[in-house]
């Protein structure tokens, strides 16, 4: 493996990507390319159990911090501030790698040091920030009813734009089109599962990429949809959302459902960095030091 700063070895890189309101039934039952790839072997597909609420900022922060809503303090949409404490943000850019983000702008004023602003942070390739490379979307001025988001292959082509061009170790890709169909449609509706497959049929395109470049994969959702169209709660429709990893360095029983608090962990553990012990869930796949091997 070719040598990176100071002489250490390149550290690995992971992509994770997150499909906003996707619940676990309708991943399995809609998107073909994913099963596709169970089926074929080239990733695997478990259960994995939302935190509590079931809201989208609360969990971005859990999935990068490995802390419950209830620990870091964020517990609606309305209360969104700046993190607090290690994420993997923080312990990428500690250890000498750089993130890269393409998302909603959530993302920015969780981890990226300050409040949002549009007209500042739509596109950020600044090597010094705390994320080095994002492309933002703010969904503003919309409602459910006539909503004008993002396509997704474009969302797809903008990740991949930065993993080429800047191949930074970790890279976050969210979709919120699921989440607002979901509103729409409800949990159960065929726009709501329509929009599954669309996603499902960007990432076609843009998961063999990835993998092509060495990035470990993973895929998952921050919390499920009901009946009605709402989240929040603790219906396993709304906590029960897929978790795939296109890697074969994670290890749990093919039944296990997982806990969310494993993500970040996780994470940290792919790229060869120890995580904080803020971080209590255990990740599933232990950490080694940059010597080169992967966990």
Not at 2 to 26: E, H, N, W, Y
Not at 41 to 59: D, F, N, V, Y
């Amino acid at each position: 493996m070719p040598a990176g700063t100071a002489g250490l070895p390149v550290m690995p890189k992971v992509c994770l990507i997150v499909i906003d309101g996707l619940r676990d039934d309708t991943a399995r039952a809609a998107c073909s390319y994913l099963m596709s790839s169970v089926t074929g072997g080239e990733a695997r597909i478990w259960t994995m159990r939302a935190c509590l609420p079931t809201m989208s900022a609360p969990l971005y922060e859990t999935l990068h911090t490995g802390r419950a809503p209830a620990d870091h303090g964020l517990m609606d949409n309305d209360g969104l501030r700046p993190s607090s404490g290690p994420s993997v943000f923080s312990a990428v850019k500690a250890a000498g790698g750089q993130c890269g983000v393409v998302g909603h702008c959530y993302f920015h004023t969780l981890f990226g040091g300050t409040p949002f602003d549009p007209f500042a942070h739509v596109e950020i390739n600044d090597p010094d920030a705390p994320i080095a490379h994002a492309r933002y979307y703010s969904m503003d001025g919309y409602d459910a009813d006539n909503s004008v988001q993002p396509a997704e292959v474009d969302l797809c082509a903008q990740a991949w734009s930065i993993a080429d061009r800047h191949a930074p170790e970790y890279l976050l890709l969210h979709s919120s089109s699921c989440d607002t169909l979901g509103h729409l449609h409800t949990g159960l509706g065929r726009g709501y599962v329509r929009q599954a497959e669309k996603v499902d049929a960007a990432l076609a395109q843009l998961i063999p990429r990835l993998t092509a470049r060495g990035y470990h994969v993973l895929v998952t959702a921050d919390h499920g949809m009901d009946d009605a169209g709402n989240h929040g709660g603790d219906a396993a429709c709304e906590r029960h959302v897929p978790f795939l990893s296109f890697t074969d360095r994670l290890h749990a029983g093919p039944d296990e459902i997982l806990d969310q608090r494993c993500v970040a962990p996780t994470i940290l553990a792919l790229l060869g960095i120890p995580h904080p012990k803020t971080m209590k869930a255990a990740p599933l796949c232990r950490a080694e030091p940059r010597t080169g091997k992967l966990c």
